[in-house]
Every structure is written in structure tokens, then in C-alpha cells.
């Protein structure tokens, strides 16, 4: 295919780029940047300044962007390998991050009330054993998926229905209170580093999942189990055990963001942590270009989309759009896309380009 | 189980009636027991009737998933169009001077607007309804701000009356603890809802567009080689779904008489969860209204149950209600496991 393009010349090339998955996530993340440098070209400054604290730091809308999209980086991660084993959704993630982060509260508060002066275990522990709990929950909705044959949405729809209260019923829906500053160095700034922690923590989990692509073949696994799980199965592998182990990957994930959550507000709100962010991290993987009934996937795209909509929402706040009525400009953006991204329009517009391209084509020679 | 199964329809029971079965055992179990053990308030018939009541909006919003999720397609954007059309009417009849007449017409208009552009652009244009319904999920939830952001009781007259518009069902009253005898109620919306959930049935049970939803949902293949339009099958899917999401709005904003952002919230997951419980199956083509129907009074009772066990801590409805969802979902799949094992 590309080098049949690249024999057509420059009009191809195009219309190629139309078809590629990444071109969607780019142009639209191009698209915003053009219209915030055309509209008010200070949005990319950035400025060193002092936090309370008086430690330096980095701010600007661009670090706030990358602050904030770092869970739903990390989430877009698990989505997208679970989309495309499954081909289907899981749509318990913001309730079980709600458990993850309850978990690391209860642990850190151990028996000493939800307001301990000093933390009553290491964080490394209270993260650890919310790793296990979250992947437990994983391992549930894997379990239903794969071995029950249920369709992930309804399946995951159990935890979305029961998780915020199971997350409430582990603090006895008190509210724990975690003073200990260093606790708060996993979703904000840790002293001398003007970067907040949370853009290191996504990058690490980039690295690690690029590493896990590269040299592992559960991306090759995932796909062939995505594109036709009988045909993988005659091929010698597992279905239902590579299915099963993306909701378990996804458990990780969500303790990871869970651990983001809480860190930033030392505390927790039961109903509203992460509220609605499962829904966004589908929304990234669906503009990553990736097919939400499985098979093919690009981590990358899955990953810019993430950034896309955190870009969106910083642009959108940056024009003193009220954060309640947002979805709905967040919705129009979200429609053009995904109409854009329509391979029916796609096919228009590659025969449209190339019906001028011939013309460039003959130039060019 | 005999070969030709899928030919001859009668012989054997087909996924559709097995899973209904199942779930109006389920329901009828759950109520004979709880007025058994429980006593006291399950033996009114206004108990009953108060399920009702309270349902009637997610009666008929889980009919349109229902129809929507046999045709193997998915709305969650109807519990924020909720939230749309009870701001949207409140507004209209407070600030904006107008009756109820043209409230019900502005509720019917804003349904069917979102399921135009959503039936479209899942049919015609191949986009996964998933991401269309959030994205109408969104707008809605966006909108209802910018119409209104704060949460006010409605004060129109002519409203108030139609809101205490109480229909008495004979013989079923009940004598309260001074001895007088107490009529049993349902609200207009309650007719409404079960005039929807007949009509459906009759529609998806024998109507060709009826059997074609279950075609479409069934293989969407064998549903084009049979000459079915299936584009113009999943828009009207999609368009009956938002329609109802339009009614159910406007029974919902009658129920409660006030226009707020939180209305309905979590509607969609209700019904999701209804249509299911009533047998009616996310891959497609399987499901039956009046399984959605059961569905809906087995998820309202186990509600009422765990409440009046006097679990009060608020997070036991959610924990048992998802144990409830989590139990159908099993037995339904081993069923349909064991089927297919046979075949």
C-alpha cells in the first residue's frame, strides 16, 4: 500500500495519511493548537514560579494539560488493550478507582481513625495491596468476560453499579484525612522538581507498556484474539486467557490512577473521584482512531487522544466556559471527530482529494 | 433438544422466551417472598402501585434500550436527555410563558431532534453507537446546564394540575391505621408507560419492522441478504429509542415536578441494567419488552426489599442491586452456554 502511494505521488501520500490511524488524534490535537496560538498565542507560555511552599515550579496551560491528562493517559493504556482483546468496553473503571484510592486511605490510616497524625503504614505497601484489590476487581470482570462469555460493557457494569459503595463501606464511609506531605508528593510537585510528579508517573507507565509491546507478544496476542478469537485459538493460544489478563492489566492501571487521585487531594469523595472519567478514557481510545468492537490497535493514538481531551478541556476553561455546561462543547468537538473520522466521510474525502490530486501529481513530474 | 430447532419455532423455546421466563419467575419469587417474610408494607397493593409510580420514566426509557440494544446497538444518552427535557419543559412553563400542551410538544421535539442526528449518524454514517450516545450523553448533560443550572420547583397552574392527576384503582385500596379506608393510586405517567410497554410488545412481536429489529440484531449479514433495509432499521431503532427517552422525559418531569441538572442521573445504567435483567442481551437480537418491564419491577422490589430490611447505609442498594445484576448475567450465560453446548 505505501509504496503504491508513494508512487502516485504527493496527492496519495494524503490521501494515505487520511486512512492512517494516528492522522486523527494528530490533526485534531494540530487543530487546537493552531486555533489557541491564533486566538491568544500566551496559552503555551510557560513560567517559573514558587508554590506555597516556596519550591519551585513550572506553570502554565501546557504543564496543566499534562498534569491533568496523566490518569487518563494511564487509563487510556488498560482501555485500549481491553478494547481491543475484548472488543468491548470496561466501564467500572472510575468506581474502581474510587476502591483503589479508598484502599490506600485505609491502609495509611490503619487503626489509628480517619484523621492520623502520622501515616500507620508505608505508601509503597498501602499502593501495593490496592494493586492487589484492584486487580482482583480486574480479575472479576475478566473472569465474566472471558470464561462467562458475558459482553464486557454489562459485565463491568456490576462494578460501576457496586464500586463506589464497596469504596464507602471500606472507610465506613468516613472521610480519612491524610496530612503527611509526602503523601501529596504523588499528585503534586516533590520539593526541587518544578514538574509535577504525576507527568513522571504516566511517562513511566509509557515507557513500561512501550517496553512490554516491544518485547513481549501480548500486543500481537491481543490483536489476533480481537480480530478472530476461534482462528487465534487454532493457532495455539489462549483466548480467554489473554481477555482475562487485559482486565487484569486494567486493574493496574486504575490502582496507579487511583494512587494519582488521592494523592492530589490527600483525601477522598466517595461519589465523585474520577466520576466520569471511564467515559472519557473510552472517548480516548475511540480517538485514537481505534475500532471500539476490537482487533487493531495503536497505543499511540490511544495516548494522544488522552491528550487530546485534556487539551480540549484546558482550551474550553481557558475561555471561561462554565465547568458544567462543557460536555456540551466537549460533545460537538467529539461529533465532528468522529465524523470526520467516519471511514464512510474518510472515503469521501480521499476520493475528493484525489480528484484534485492528479492536477499536483503532473506537476510534480 | 430437537435439530431443526431454529426452523420450526415451536419446537423448543427460543433464547427470547427462556430468558423471560426466567426473569418473571425471578420477580414473582422475589415478591411472594418478600411479602412472606417482610410482611407489613409488600401486602398494599399501593406498594405495588408506588413501584409504579416511582418507575414509570425508567419503564419507558428501558423499553427504547430494549429496542435499541436488540438491533445490537447501544444509548446511553438517554438518562441525561432526561435531565434535558425536565429543565427544558420547567423552564418553558416558568420563564418562557407556555402551556403544558406545547411542553409535552417541546419534550416529543427534543427527543426526536437527538434521535435524528444520533440514528443517523449511527446508521447512515457507520459510527459506533457507543461513542455517539456519549457524545449526545454530553451534549445533553451540557445543555441542561446552559438552558438552567440551578434546581427550582415548577409553579405553573396548569402543570400543578396535571401533576396531581391521581387515577384510583378499584378494589385495591387499603384501610390505614385509623380505619379509614385509604383508595390505591397510580399517576397519568404510569398509563403512559404501560400503554408504551403494549404497544412495543405488539410492534416488536408482530410488526415486519418489529421482526426486523431482531434480524438486524441477530446478523446483521443474513438481515441484508433477506432484503431487510438495515440502515433504515438501526436509525429507527435509535429514533424510537430517543423518542421514548422524550416521553419518558416529560413522565419523569410530571413525577417530579422540578427541573435540575441531577435528574435522572444514572438512568442509562438503570435501564441498561432493567433490559438485561429482562433477558434482553447486548450482542443483539434477543429481548423481549415485556422482560424489560419485569426487569424493571425485579430492580425497583430488591431496592424497596433491601431498604426496608433496614440496611440503611447507603451503599447496600448499589451492592445488592449489582449482586442482583451479577446473578442474572450468570444464569443467563450458563443457560445460553449449555445451549449452545447441545446444539
Not at chain 1, 167 to 190: C, E, H, M, R, T
Not at chain 2, 7 to 27: C, H, M, Q, R
Amino acid at each position: 500500500m505505501a509504496k503504491k502511494n508513494n508512487k502516485k505521488g504527493i496527492g496519495s501520500i494524503f490521501a494515505g495519511l487520511f486512512r492512517n490511524q494516528i492522522f486523527i488524534p494528530l490533526a485534531a490535537l494540530l487543530i487546537l493548537v493552531v486555533f489557541n496560538l491564533i486566538a491568544d498565542p500566551s496559552f503555551f507560555k510557560i513560567t517559573l514560579g514558587q508554590n506555597n511552599a516556596g519550591d519551585p515550579i513550572l506553570s502554565g496551560n501546557i504543564m496543566t494539560i499534562l498534569n491533568n491528562a496523566s490518569e487518563l493517559a494511564i487509563l487510556a493504556i488498560g482501555m485500549t488493550l481491553v478494547t481491543a482483546a475484548s472488543g468491548g468496553q470496561d466501564i467500572s473503571v472510575g468506581a474502581t478507582i474510587a476502591i483503589a484510592g479508598s484502599v490506600i486511605l485505609r491502609i495509611l490510616c490503619g487503626a489509628a481513625g480517619p484523621r492520623p497524625e502520622t501515616m500507620q503504614a508505608p505508601i509503597i505497601v498501602a499502593f501495593l495491596i490496592a494493586c492487589v484489590v484492584t486487580m482482583l476487581f480486574g480479575a472479576f470482570n475478566g473472569a465474566l468476560v472471558a470464561y462467562f462469555k458475558i459482553q464486557p460493557m454489562v459485565a463491568t457494569l456490576i462494578m460501576f453499579t457496586a464500586g463506589r459503595s464497596i469504596a464507602a463501606w471500606i472507610n465506613n464511609n468516613q472521610l480519612p484525612v491524610i496530612k503527611d506531605v509526602s503523601f501529596g508528593y504523588f499528585g503534586n510537585y516533590i520539593p526541587g522538581i518544578p514538574v509535577p510528579t504525576p507527568v513522571f508517573i504516566a511517562i513511566l507507565c509509557m515507557i513500561i507498556i512501550a517496553l512490554v509491546l516491544k518485547f513481549t507478544n501480548l500486543g500481537l496476542y491481543v490483536q489476533s484474539v480481537g480480530i478472530n478469537s476461534h482462528s487465534s485459538r487454532l493457532n495455539g493460544l489462549n483466548p480467554e486467557f489473554i481477555k482475562f489478563i487485559t482486565y487484569v492489566i486494567m486493574g493496574l492501571c486504575v490502582a496507579v490512577a487511583g494512587l494519582i487521585k488521592v494523592s492530589r487531594i490527600s483525601t477522598i469523595n466517595y461519589s465523585v473521584i474520577a466520576k466520569d472519567i471511564e467515559m472519557d478514557a473510552i472517548l480516548a481510545v475511540a480517538l485514537g482512531g481505534n475500532a471500539l468492537g476490537g482487533g487493531k490497535f495503536s497505543m499511540t493514538a490511544s495516548i494522544l487522544g488522552a491528550y487530546v481531551i485534556q487539551f480540549l478541556t484546558t482550551t474550553l476553561y481557558k475561555f471561561e466556559v462554565p465547568s458544567d455546561a462543557l460536555p456540551a462543547y466537549k460533545a460537538i468537538v467529539v461529533i465532528i471527530l468522529v465524523v470526520m473520522s467516519a471511514p464512510v466521510v474518510r472515503e469521501k474525502f480521499g476520493q475528493l482529494w484525489k480528484k484534485i490530486a492528479p492536477e499536483k501529481a503532473v506537476k510534480e513530474a | 433438544m430437537k435439530k431443526n430447532n431454529s426452523l420450526k419455532g415451536k419446537v423448543g423455546i427460543s433464547d427470547t422466551n427462556l430468558l423471560l421466563t426466567i426473569t418473571i419467575a425471578v420477580f414473582l419469587l422475589m415478591y411472594v417472598s418478600a411479602v412472606v417474610f417482610l410482611g407489613s408494607g409488600f401486602t398494599k397493593p399501593q406498594t405495588f402501585f408506588n413501584i409504579l409510580n416511582d418507575n414509570a420514566a425508567l419503564i419507558i426509557l428501558s423499553c427504547g434500550m430494549s429496542i435499541v440494544m436488540i438491533t445490537g446497538g447501544i444509548d446511553i444518552s438517554v438518562g441525561t436527555l432526561t435531565a434535558l427535557v425536565c429543565m427544558s419543559c420547567a423552564v418553558h412553563l416558568d420563564y418562557n410563558g407556555g402551556n403544558v400542551i406545547t411542553a409535552m410538544l417541546l419534550a416529543l421535539g427534543i427527543g426526536l431532534a437527538f434521535g435524528l442526528v444520533q440514528g443517523y449518524l449511527v446508521a447512515y454514517l457507520d459510527i459506533q453507537p457507543f461513542i455517539v450516545s456519549l457524545a449526545g450523553m454530553f451534549f445533553a448533560k451540557g445543555m441542561t446546564t446552559i438552558v438552567n443550572s440551578t434546581q427550582f420547583n415548577v409553579a405553573h397552574e396548569g402543570f400543578k394540575a396535571l401533576k396531581a392527576i391521581r387515577i384510583y384503582v378499584p378494589f385495591m385500596g387499603s384501610i390505614n391505621k385509623k380505619g379509614i379506608y385509604v383508595p390505591a393510586y397510580v399517576e397519568p405517567g404510569v398509563i403512559v408507560a404501560l400503554l408504551v410497554v403494549v404497544i412495543l410488545f405488539v410492534v416488536l412481536k408482530w410488526t415486519k419492522t418489529g421482526r426486523n429489529f431482531y434480524a438486524v440484531g441477530g446478523n446483521v449479514n443474513s438481515a441484508n441478504m433477506l432484503g431487510i433495509n438495515v440502515r433504515r432499521t438501526k436509525f429507527i431503532a435509535h429514533l424510537m429509542c430517543s423518542l421514548l427517552a422524550g416521553i419518558g422525559g416529560f413522565v419523569y418531569f410530571m413525577h417530579v415536578g422540578s427541573g435540575s441538572v441531577s435528574h435522572a442521573a444514572g438512568a442509562e445504567m438503570n435501564a441498561i441494567a432493567s433490559s438485561i435483567i429482562g433477558g434482553t442481551m447486548l450482542s443483539g437480537g434477543v429481548g423481549n419488552i415485556a422482560g424489560t418491564f419485569f426487569g424493571v419491577l425485579s430492580l425497583s422490589t430488591i431496592k424497596n426489599i433491601v431498604s426496608s430490611l433496614g440496611l440503611d447505609e447507603a451503599w447496600w442498594t448499589n451492592i445488592t442491586v449489582a449482586a442482583m445484576i451479577c446473578l442474572f448475567l450468570l444464569i443467563q450465560s450458563l443457560v445460553l452456554l449449555r445451549k449452545n453446548k447441545k446444539k
